[in-house]
């Protein structure tokens, strides 16, 4: 067994509960080492693929291996993984560290080295001195903590988190989005997370598999599944997106051109390789629109940069504006009558003010900005 | 000491008023005045329970030197602690069964379990003497064997009882605990051992003092399951009231009730300060 070898495969992984498949012939790779997320909206089988590596549901056909050894008929108890519950599922009856010394305890481990692993894993979390601590006096962050303690203490080769973050207050989910990072560097364990909240997936994780009605719709880095969604459902679950209808009326190796009747004519500055007239999808990032005031040209000499006259640009009215602090998002009804969101970071203090309800609005993008859709 | 006038009283401040004060002693005088009687003419020197001719101690010497009293007594302790531990473990696994597994004729199981706590005492009485006789139980027995039929027929009508506590508390059960102990190592049975024994324990302790206080008392069908040299206490008093009810009576009474009071605070502050530790999940 090499280092290059992946930590976990699951090969063509079938769950059925009675007629709905849960999970549908999922294959994919986790390696060594990385902080793996599966994401996607509840009810898309994560959670079900998850509680398969754990051992906890039985995959109707197909294989999953953990370090190179297949898992059927492993239960539980004996698989080299340990999992963080969603509700924690911190022993009430239990003090810290007889919680966090639980599994030691079944696997036989000595008092003087239980003590000294217990006393490092809380430290590893930053619970030192809270040993003797009862759950009931701990807050949801801390009875978090005890779990991944009780779950690292025992040195897994893969560590499982089900909605590791779901029931913590923003503040402290930012917070620990950071710390469950560095954790894993920090004990170079690979992370398998599911979760249904994007930044999250995004900010932890070295690579996201997005599941949708369980299948696998997209595995990919957080940039490249952001920049270069591989489908409408990828595109429209990550982030904020507006997707429009168009025929593809060029395709070269080093350009291409959309021609959507509900945004006008999209040029990119690269290939699609897609069928030449076929119906196909634009999507296009609210934040990578720029707002022009009308009349100045300004938009249309900016699309003109990258893009041929008459290319990458738009004009509508201002129906909606959310004021967010960091960014103000709009929503605008362009004169063709599609809607579309753009967003603009306030630079200044001021830029808020720049525009307002039925304010005539023109945009334009740059050419490397909007994503062919095929499906 | 003034009661009233000091501050407003809130809304939900009912106790401060008058006549929910008044109606509260009322309440507890009813439920409590019978047993104050009963346990005031224990100490009451005449041989007839009716007027109060002065104190005395004397009826709890002579109920010590009873050896009726006494053997009635200790085989109504007997049944009870068999009773008791037979209805905790077979209540509890029954509990466990019934939440924890899916099984041909669940449904069923489910309702019949619960049967001996709806069908009159009377019948059950009357059934289990039919059914002793019809199938010869063994009489005249050494002592404790002589109890059997007794202790069965407790157990028959005590452990639903149990189930029914148990299973109250396995719904609140984060099934994610049992999981837990598995993903860490633990086999079947120490996850049964570790997580879900603590979660239900609470409830074992309130069962166990159901079935011990149920099997204490129970009159009719101990009635019906007796034999020549097993009369229980409950038996006992009845058969001796059929001739007056006497101080030593009164007195044996007393002292019954003040050993399942004792035992009932010692139960409930273990469980007190186990339930305070374990009921948060």
């Known amino acids: 067994m090499t280092d290059h070898a992946p930590i976990i495969e699951i ?16 294959s994919l790779d986790i390696r060594r080492g ?5 994401l996607g909206p509840s009810g898309c089988g994560k959670t079900t693929l998850l509680r398969m590596i754990a051992g906890f549901e039985l995959p109707t056909s197909g294989q999953i291996l953990i370090d190179g050894q297949d898992m059927a008929g492993i239960p539980p108890n004996k698989r080299p993984v340990n999992m963080v519950f969603q509700s924690y599922a911190v022993f009430p009856h239990m003090n810290v560290a007889e919680n966090v010394g639980y599994g030691l305890k079944i696997a036989g481990v000595g008092r003087a080295e239980r003590d000294e692993r217990v006393r490092e894993a809380l430290s590893l979390v930053k619970l030192d001195g809270f040993a003797e601590r009862r759950p009931d006096q701990m807050s949801g962050g801390q009875r978090q903590r005890v779990a991944l303690a009780r779950s690292l203490v025992m040195r897994p080769k893969v560590l499982l988190l089900d909605e590791p973050l779901s029931a913590l207050d923003a503040k402290l989910r930012a917070q620990m989005q950071f710390e469950l990072s560095d954790l894993q560097d920090q004990v170079g364990i690979t992370f398998v997370t599911v979760t249904h909240d994007q930044d999250e997936a995004l900010s932890m994780a070295s690579r996201i598999a997005v599941i949708s009605k ?24 990550v982030g904020s997106v507006n997707i429009f209808e168009g025929k593809l009326i060029l395709d ?11 945004l006008g004519k999209v040029y990119l500055n690269h290939g699609v390789t897609g069928p030449h007239g076929a119906d196909v999808w634009v999507a296009l990032r609210p934040e990578k629109m720029y707002l022009h005031v009308p009349g100045e040209g300004k938009a249309v000499r900016a699309a003109a940069q990258d893009a041929p006259e008459g290319y990458n640009f738009a004009r509508g009215v201002i129906k909606g504006m959310s004021y967010l602090g960091d960014i103000t998002l709009f929503e605008i009804r362009l004169d063709s009558g599609a809607m579309i969101r753009a967003s603009r970071p306030n630079l200044s203090r001021h830029d808020q003010e720049d525009f307002t309800w039925d304010d005539r609005v023109s945009m334009h993008w740059r050419a490397d900005s909007p994503v062919v859709l095929l499906g | 000491m003034p009661l009233f006038a000091r501050t407003a009283r809130a809304p939900l401040e009912y106790t401060r008023t008058l006549w929910m004060r008044g109606w509260v002693g009322a309440v507890m005088l009813f439920l409590y005045l019978p047993l104050i009687v009963l346990m005031a003419f224990s100490f009451n020197d005449s041989k007839r329970n009716v007027v109060w ?28 602690a068999f009773a008791t531990i037979f209805s905790l473990i077979i209540g509890s696994l029954a509990a466990v069964m019934l939440w924890r597994f899916r099984f041909p004729l669940k449904g069923a199981v489910d309702g019949t379990i619960s049967l001996p706590i709806i069908v009159p005492e009377i019948c059950l009485g009357v059934a289990f003497l039919v059914f002793f006789s019809t199938i010869g139980w063994p009489t005249g027995l050494v002592w404790p064997f002589n109890l ?19 299973r109250a508390r396995l719904a609140t059960f984060n099934r994610e605990q049992e999981e837990a102990a598995k993903d860490l190592g633990a086999g079947e049975w120490q996850a049964f051992r570790d997580v879900l024994i603590p979660h239900i324990k609470p409830a074992l302790v309130s069962g166990a003092l159901l079935a011990f206080t149920l099997s204490l008392d129970d009159f009719v069908i101990t009635f019906f399951t007796s034999t020549p040299g097993t009369d229980t206490f409950p038996v006992l008093v009845y058969s001796l009231v059929k001739r007056g009810v006497t101080p030593d009576i009164n007195a044996a009474s007393t002292i019954l009730i003040l050993l399942t009071v004792a035992l009932t605070a010692v139960a409930l502050k273990l469980q007190g300060a186990k339930a305070l530790a374990g009921t948060h999940s």
């Not at chain 1, 591989?230 to 429209?236: P, S």
């Open chain 1, 11 to 26: 090969r063509n992984v079938t769950k059925r509960f009675g007629k709905v498949a849960a999970v549908d012939d999922v």
């Open chain 1, 34 to 38: 990385e902080f793996f997320v599966l």
């Open chain 1, 214 to 237: 369980g299948e696998v719709a997209q595995l990919a880095s957080p940039s490249d599944l952001y920049e270069f969604p591989a489908n409408r459902f990828v595109a429209d679950f």
């Open chain 1, 252 to 262: 070269e190796p080093d350009k291409a051109a959309v021609d959507c009747p509900g």
């Open chain 2, 53 to 80: 001719r002065g104190f005395t101690t004397k009826y709890y010497a002579k109920a010590w030197e009873n050896d009726q009293l006494w053997g009635a007594m200790v085989n109504s302790l007997t049944i009870a």
């Open chain 2, 148 to 166: 059997g039929a007794i202790i069965i027929a407790h157990i028959t009508f005590c452990f639903p009882f149990v189930a029914m506590v148990v």
